[in-house]
């Protein structure tokens, strides 16, 4: 359970739950609020957000600031 996004369902790629020599691919993102407010409360800070679902919550979000902006 702590592999899968608790957006997507998919596999979150944590390098952090596979216990890799490798740092996890988020420690060089930026979340943005949003994507927490996607997250289900029983879930928060407990399951890592894949990068896709971060890719596409943070495009709508910066989508949805330019049209406001306009």
Same mark, same amino acid.
């Given at each position: 359970?702590?592999?899968? =996004? %608790? $957006? =997507?369902?998919? #596999? +979150?790629?944590?390098? +952090? /739950?596979?216990? &890799? #020599?490798?740092?996890?691919?988020? *420690?060089?993102?930026? @979340?943005?609020?949003?994507? @927490?407010?996607?997250? %289900? /409360?029983?879930?928060?800070?407990?399951? =890592?957000?894949?990068?896709? =679902?971060?890719?596409?919550? *943070?495009? $709508?979000?910066? /989508? &949805?600031?330019? &049209?406001?902006?306009?």
């Amino acid at each position: 359970m702590k592999y899968t =996004c %608790p $957006i =997507c369902q998919g #596999d +979150n790629l944590c390098g +952090n /739950a596979m216990e &890799s #020599d490798e740092h996890c691919w988020c *420690t060089k993102k930026i @979340f943005i609020e949003e994507v @927490f407010r996607q997250i %289900p /409360a029983d879930q928060l800070h407990k399951r =890592c957000v894949c990068e896709t =679902c971060l890719k596409r919550i *943070t495009e $709508i979000e910066q /989508a &949805s600031k330019r &049209s406001a902006d306009r």
